[in-house]
T-cell receptor, first 114, second 112 residues
């Protein structure tokens, strides 16, 4: 399967712990996005990479959140000192240039903070 | 910040009927408007998208109608099937084009 993959699919953690999620985009896609989706809502943008450069971040991305895409391929999203309000589905998407083109989403990582 | 207003919040349709979901956006510098379909526990999957150099795009049973002057677009699902039961999201690009703003979703139930 050559779609966007995410790992893990589910993560349960205790408040205050750190968690890291991984996203592998479609191989030829140079753009990678992270979104967060809470129950009953549409995805909300967190951050965007073009190759290895992080070019845009949402105000939703607090200091406890950090994302990397070190070699312009896979990406990681880390949440430090998790809070119950961080419980959500974290979605990764990728796309080719040009700007505002089709974004293909992965299956998501469901985070539950106890 | 772009706001995307989607309606209705939920929709129940008989098998074979027409499902219509509406979206309105504010401003954008880019012309690309997708609809996504999402099943429980899955990520959103692109269903159909339009670049409004045309006012309508049809793919199989799915049609997008676009009204650029009104900043509105809609999804029509013809001959709705129980397998279409899912949540549908419209999206509009941001002014940078680097992200999409999503509607709040429409939960569609197609009754056999």
């Amino acid at each position: 399967d050559t779609g966007v993959s995410q790992d893990p699919r589910h993560k349960i953690t205790k408040r205050g712990q750190n968690v890291t999620f991984r996203c592998d985009p479609i191989s030829e896609h140079n753009r990678l996005y992270w979104y967060r989706q809470t129950l009953g809502q549409g995805p909300e943008f967190l951050t965007y990479f073009q190759n290895e450069a992080q070019l845009e971040k949402s105000r939703l991305l607090s200091d406890r959140f950090s994302a990397e895409r070190p070699k312009g391929s896979f990406s990681t999203l880390e949440i430090q000192r998790t809070e119950q309000g961080d419980s959500a589905m974290y979605l990764c998407a990728s796309s080719l240039d040009p700007t505002a083109d089709t974004q293909y989403f992965g299956p998501g990582t469901r985070l539950t903070v106890l | 910040q772009q706001q995307v207003k989607q309606s209705p919040q939920s929709l129940i349709v008989q098998k074979g009927g027409i499902s219509i979901i509406n979206c309105a956006y504010e401003n954008t510098a880019f012309d690309y408007f997708p609809w996504y379909q999402q099943f429980p526990g899955k990520g959103p999957a692109l269903l159909i998208a339009i670049r409004p150099d045309v006012s309508e795009k049809k793919e199989g049973r799915f049609t997008i109608s676009f009204n650029k002057s009104a900043k509105q677009f809609s999804l029509h699902i013809m001959d709705s099937q129980p397998g279409d039961s899912a949540t549908y999201f419209c999206a509009a690009p941001s002014n940078t084009g680097n992200q999409f703003y999503f509607g709040t979703g429409t939960s569609l139930t197609v009754i056999p």
